[in-house]
């Protein structure tokens, strides 16, 4: 399989605790996003990254968010002392850039539910 | 800062009948890219049809094309034929500058058999 794969599909836990996604982009692709999706919305830009470089970050990732890239590969998103506001689907992508023609090519999640 | 507005919540169409999702957008560029993506029950985000702004011809993808107004800022997508494996939420996006991709709120599109 040579698409954007994510780990875990789903993660449970428990307000306060920490939880750490993977993400695993198509292997030629020099772009990373982070997008977070609630139910019924559409999904909200987080950060992205340029090989290991995170070129950008959304105002939503607040100081208990952080991600990194550290060989330009994969990619992880922390999240910690989880709040119940964080329930989401995580949603990761990757591009290639310059010659992608802009197409991001999207993972299948990792659905987060605070209890 | 560039926007993307889908009116339309919710649409439904018969199999076999076409159906018009509409998409409306806001940027200061004059070069961007326009995208109708799929999110079925798996939440799979699925890329069905791209279109480049400096193209004055709407793009084609089998069963889906799209009507690209540049100067009223308007994509709509259309979706001929409908088959019940197409039921899902639509997104459109705009990307500008090869940074991030803006969603719209979507469409979420019934088949009625």
């Known amino acids: 399989d040579t698409g954007v794969s994510q780990d875990p599909r789903h993660k449970i836990t428990k307000r306060g605790q920490n939880v750490t996604f993977r993400c695993d982009p198509i292997?030629?692709?020099?772009?990373l996003y982070w997008y977070r999706q609630t139910l019924g919305q559409g999904p909200e830009f987080l950060t992205y990254?340029?090989?290991?470089?995170?070129?950008?970050k959304s105002r939503l990732l607040s100081d208990r968010f952080s991600a990194e890239r550290p060989k330009g590969s994969f990619s992880t998103l922390e999240i910690q002392r989880t709040e119940q506001g964080d329930s989401a689907m995580y949603l990761c992508?990757?591009?290639?850039?310059?010659?992608?023609?802009?197409?991001?090519?999207f993972g299948s999640g990792t659905q987060l539910s605070v209890l | 800062a560039q926007t993307v507005t889908q009116s339309q919540p919710e649409m439904s169409v018969q199999e076999a009948e076409t159906v018009t999702l509409s998409c409306t957008y806001d940027?200061?560029?004059?070069?961007?890219?326009l995208f109708w993506y799929k999110q079925p029950p798996s939440r799979q985000m699925i890329l069905v049809i791209r279109?480049?702004?400096?193209?004055?011809q709407n793009a084609t993808e089998n069963r889906f094309s799209v009507n690209f107004q540049k100067a009223a800022k308007s994509f709509s997508l259309k979706i001929s034929d409908s088959q019940l494996g197409d039921a899902a939420m639509y997104f459109c996006?705009?990307?500008?500058?090869?940074?991030?991709?803006?969603f719209g709120q979507g469409t979420r599109l019934t088949i009625n058999p």
């Open positions: 992508a990757s591009s290639l850039d310059p010659g992608g023609n802009e197409k991001l090519f």
């Open positions: 292997s030629e692709h020099n772009r």
């Open positions: 990254f340029q090989n290991e470089a995170q070129l950008e």
């Open positions: 940027t200061s560029e004059s070069d961007y890219y």
């Open positions: 279109q480049e702004a400096y193209k004055q």
């Open positions: 996006a705009l990307i500008q500058g090869a940074q991030k991709l803006v």
